[in-house]
């Protein structure tokens, strides 16, 4: 699934127009599931009710087939709770959310009970987000297994890329979880050791190339090694220059993913151009 990009306008709202472009254009390149208002669809900085807006024209747009998990990015139960509530309410079909760390960093028991006191709360389906180059904190693994044991937890958005995470955690756990690699480096290993699939920044430009490396992966890692490496190269290229780099490529690629949510700013000048002249070579190879 790709972690959708999020388009918002110069002065910094919500461009949903270019919104439905995306999901559409995505779809028609076989996609089919997204997560929106994760870490790459700047989820950190949507603000109450835009959560509800995208999925609604998600859904508006494309029906109730896709797969559509809602990131959540905030710092308290309470507005975890709320945000919840806006991606439920809106016709999610479950919730991603990332670890709580601007107080909690470290503190794994208070991250735990977070995680407790959220899937006892809410009516939809829960999975974890561990996303260490975001918050400089990485949900350890026990705690991720002990978690997987409660009702609603249904998997995890492993973004570590620590493939032998994947395979800790997907021995240890039973039933019908499913663990997600994020890391665009490292998912033939993280299929390789279990993980089920991929949701990736990377989906938004390549999703064929990301697609090939999971279905080669699960073949078997000497399959897929080529098609890796090649997905390795470019995203190293783009998310090289962060969150305004994977805009730029959505952009080659052919996404309408607008401008960046200040304190990102698009790249410009030189710095663009350096990034955009190699994508424009690949584009008829790698971006699709």
């Not at 991606?87 to 709580?100: I, K, N, Y």
């Not at 400089?136 to 997987?148: G, K, N, Q, T």
Request: glycine fraction near 12%; include cysteine.
């Amino acid at each position: 699934m790709p972690a959708l990009v999020t388009p918002f306008d110069a002065s910094g709202e919500l461009d949903i127009t270019s919104h439905r472009f995306n999901l559409t254009a995505l779809t028609g390149r076989d996609v089919e599931g997204f997560l929106i208002g994760g870490s790459t669809g700047e989820g950190p900085y949507l603000e109450a009710g835009e959560r509800r807006q995208l999925v609604d024209a998600a859904r508006d747009e494309l029906g109730q087939k896709p797969f559509i998990a809602c990131g959540v990015s905030v710092e308290s139960l309470r507005a975890a709770l709320a945000a919840c509530a806006e991606a439920s309410q809106a016709g999610a079909d479950a919730v991603l959310v990332m670890t709580p760390t601007s107080l909690a960093r470290g503190r794994h028991q208070w991250v735990r009970r977070f995680y407790e006191a959220l899937d006892a709360a809410i009516d939809i389906p829960l999975m974890l987000y561990s996303v260490p180059g975001v918050t400089s904190y990485e949900l350890p693994v026990d705690v991720a297994i002990e978690l997987s044991g409660r009702p609603g937890v249904v998997g995890m958005k492993d973004s570590g890329g620590e493939p032998v995470r994947s395979q800790q955690i997907t021995t240890a756990v039973s039933g019908d979880y499913y663990l997600f690699a994020g890391a665009s480096k490292a998912l033939s290993l993280s299929v390789g050791g279990g993980a089920h699939g991929a949701i990736t920044s990377s989906a938004n430009y390549a999703p064929s190339l990301v697609q090939d490396v999971v279905n080669q992966a699960r073949k078997g890692l000497d399959k897929a090694h080529e098609v890796q490496e090649k997905l390795t190269g470019l995203s190293g290229l783009v998310e090289s220059r962060g969150l305004a780099g994977v805009k730029l490529a959505a952009e080659v690629a052919g996404l309408k993913p607008g401008y960046p949510r200040a304190p990102v700013w698009p790249l410009e000048g030189e710095e663009a151009d350096s990034l955009r002249r190699p994508l424009e070579a690949l584009k008829g190879q790698l971006l699709n």
